[in-house]
């Protein structure tokens, strides 16, 4: 899938959110939107009736508990059941715009090598928004160069056929959060796109209100924001910040899901 255009819709105001039409060579959707999660177009599965999920945007979430990512960063194992149940997750959702998600505890922090095998586990799967984790570095420096490295590295592998859409926690500093989604949004000019999606993890909305607001008053930039890990009940707040939003149901992609 790749994003072709993003425009919005009708006019802003100083409460309310935005309308975005998002184009892709798969077609057309609009946000907010919240995503179908693989959890769920598993349900319809066990469901006797027929029909489809008619949704334009699916979500495939990964828990990564502590042990699980420790197997996963050391044996070619862990990568490959995690592959084999991507790629039958991703086949049920094939009629949607797939992106991936991997959910770890909010201590964990990621070393940017760590990346490559998260990557490659997106590339090798098809996944169309290929999630770049938050990750440890020491200077902004280094967080600017290796994010760009590993954007162009996924459209590079896939031809442009895949977006890279790194990801923000909402829970950071608002001083560091604002400067990386800086960073970001300059990377997201028209005409020469290094990134048309970024992604945030959901934090509590009232420990974490300035965050949120400087979303909302840059809700004129042409960029597709995605939060994953919503509770449910916060979904009509993000979508001031025309968030395409996801709710808390996951699937485990263990070895042994239970």
């Given at each position: 899938?790749?994003?072709?255009?993003?425009?919005?819709?009708?006019?802003?105001?100083?409460?309310?959110?935005?309308?975005?039409?998002?184009?892709?060579?798969?077609?057309?959707?609009?946000?907010?939107?919240?995503?179908?999660?693989?959890?769920?177009?598993?349900?319809?599965?066990?469901?006797?009736?027929?029909?489809?999920?008619?949704?334009?945007?699916?979500?495939?979430?990964?828990?990564?508990?502590?042990?699980e990512l420790n197997q996963f960063l050391a044996g070619n194992g862990p990568f490959k059941n995690r592959k084999m149940r991507i790629e039958s997750l991703a086949d049920v959702m094939e009629?949607?715009?797939?992106?991936?998600?991997?959910?770890?505890?909010?201590?964990?922090?990621?070393?940017?090598?760590?990346?490559?095998?998260?990557?490659?586990?997106?590339?090798?799967?098809?996944?169309?928004?290929?999630?770049?984790?938050?990750?440890?570095?020491?200077?902004?420096?280094?967080?600017?160069?290796?994010?760009?490295?590993?954007?162009?590295?996924?459209?590079?592998?896939?031809?442009?056929?895949?977006?890279?859409?790194?990801?923000?926690?909402?829970?950071?500093?608002?001083?560091?959060?604002?400067?990386?989604?800086?960073?970001?949004?300059?990377?997201?000019?028209?005409?020469?796109?290094?990134?048309?999606?970024?992604?945030?993890?959901?934090?509590?909305?009232?420990?974490?209100?300035?965050?949120?607001?400087?979303?909302?008053?840059?809700?004129?930039?042409?960029?597709?924001?995605?939060?994953?890990?919503?509770?449910?009940?916060?979904?009509?707040?993000?979508?001031?910040?025309?968030?395409?939003?996801?709710?808390?149901?996951?699937?485990?992609?263990?070895?042994?899901?239970?």
């Open positions: 899938m790749t994003i072709k255009k993003i425009e919005p819709e009708g006019d802003f105001d100083n409460f309310g959110g935005r309308c975005l039409k998002v184009k892709t060579d798969k077609g057309t959707f609009y946000t907010p939107e919240r995503r179908v999660t693989s959890t769920e177009f598993e349900y319809k599965q066990q469901l006797p009736v027929r029909g489809t999920i008619d949704n334009p945007v699916g979500e495939i979430v990964s828990d990564f508990r502590e042990n009629y949607s715009n797939i992106s991936f998600y991997p959910q770890f505890k909010k201590n964990v922090s990621l070393k940017s090598g760590d990346l490559f095998l998260f990557t490659e586990l997106q590339l090798y799967t098809g996944v169309e928004m290929v999630s770049i984790p938050p990750f440890y570095h020491n200077t902004f420096e280094e967080y600017m160069k290796v994010l760009v490295d590993y954007c162009n590295g996924i459209r590079d592998s896939s031809s442009n056929r895949q977006e890279p859409i790194p990801y923000l926690d909402i829970g950071l500093p608002p001083s560091e959060f604002k400067k990386k989604a800086d960073f970001i949004w300059s990377s997201c000019k028209e005409g020469n796109e290094l990134v048309n999606a970024i992604g945030v993890i959901y934090r509590p909305i009232s420990s974490n209100i300035i965050n949120y607001y400087y979303l909302h008053s840059n809700r004129d930039r042409n960029i597709l924001i995605h939060a994953s890990g919503v509770e449910r009940i916060h979904f009509i707040f993000l979508a001031r910040c025309s968030f395409s939003a996801v709710t808390v149901f996951t699937v485990s992609l263990s070895p042994n899901p239970s």
